[in-house]
Nanobody, 131 residues
Framework: QVQLAELGGGKVQPGRSLRLECAVSDLSQINCLAWFRQSPGNGREGIAAIHIGRGLSFLADSVKGRFTISEDSAKKSVYLQMNSLKSEDTALYYC?????????????????????????WGQGTPVAVSS
């Protein structure tokens, strides 16, 4: 069983930055970690994913150019750096992970992120962007 814990959420003004961290109990049991977010009244949106240990990543169009995803294997963590935040980025942010079959991993890295592909989930951390 892999445990995930999100850190770093909070309230920030538009245009500012936040960095979310997903701490992973055992990186060796997963090959992919993704960030999803859910705003009130909406379903979960997959916004970023990374191939653990390889650096290959995906970013959704809604965050491309503003967010980056990275991994620090020594700290067993994956980060979501969020810059130029907008009010529409307000949501509950989740990290999710799995050891995916290669064909599914490929689909994730080209942008097909389905919630049910991911076995392990964190509890979520809130991000509120408001002046």
């Amino acid at each position: 069983q892999v445990q995930l814990a999100e850190l770093g959420g909070g309230k920030v003004q538009p245009g500012r930055s936040l960095r979310l961290e997903c701490a992973v109990s055992d990186l060796s049991q997963i090959n992919c970690l993704a960030w999803f977010r859910q705003s009130p009244g909406n379903g979960r949106e997959g916004i970023a994913a990374i191939h653990i240990g390889r650096g290959l990543s995906f970013l959704a169009d809604s965050v491309k150019g503003r967010f980056t995803i990275s991994e620090d294997s020594a700290k067993k963590s994956v980060y979501l750096q969020m810059n130029s935040l907008k009010s529409e980025d307000t949501a509950l942010y989740y990290c999710a992970a799995a050891k995916l079959p290669q064909e599914v991993l490929f689909e994730v890295l080209v942008g097909t992120l389905y919630e049910n592909s991911f076995q392990f989930w964190g509890q979520g951390t809130p991000v509120a962007v408001s002046s």
